[in-house]
């Protein structure tokens, strides 16, 4: 079993910069990928970026492209969302993913373990 859990959420200005971050811990050998994914209120949850275990390979949805960042540290079972140009519109509950698997998947059915979702907020 792998626990994830996420950290980092808040409240910033639009325009602004947060990181998250997201710890595995448990059975963290069979961890491979591992990607954030986003939902507001009423709408469905999304993908927002993907990391292989080595790093070599990343995903991002659409509409964060060229404003987040996702990295990892495998020796600390850790990965990052650096975000910032925040809008608005990214104001969302942000769950961290993991799945045993090393292709970054799109598709929240492809992970196996979730986190809580830690809370992200942008004012306008």
């Known amino acids: 079993q792998v626990q994830v859990l996420e950290s980092g959420g808040g409240l910033v200005q639009a325009g602004g910069s947060l990181r998250l971050s997201c710890s595995a811990s448990g059975r963290t050998t069979s961890t491979h990928t591992m990607a954030w994914f986003r939902q507001a209120p009423g709408r469905e949850r999304d993908f927002v970026a993907g990391?292989?275990?080595?790093?070599?390979?990343?995903d991002y949805g659409d509409s964060v492209k060229g404003r987040f960042t996702i990295s990892r540290e495998n020796d600390k079972n850790t990965i990052y969302l650096q975000m910032d140009g925040l809008k608005p519109e990214d104001t969302a509950v942000y769950y961290c993913a993991a799945t045993q698997f090393g292709t970054v998947f799109r598709q929240a059915t492809e992970y196996d373990w979730w986190g809580q979702g830690t809370q992200v907020t942008v004012s306008s």
């Open positions: 990391i292989s275990w080595s790093g070599r390979n990343t």
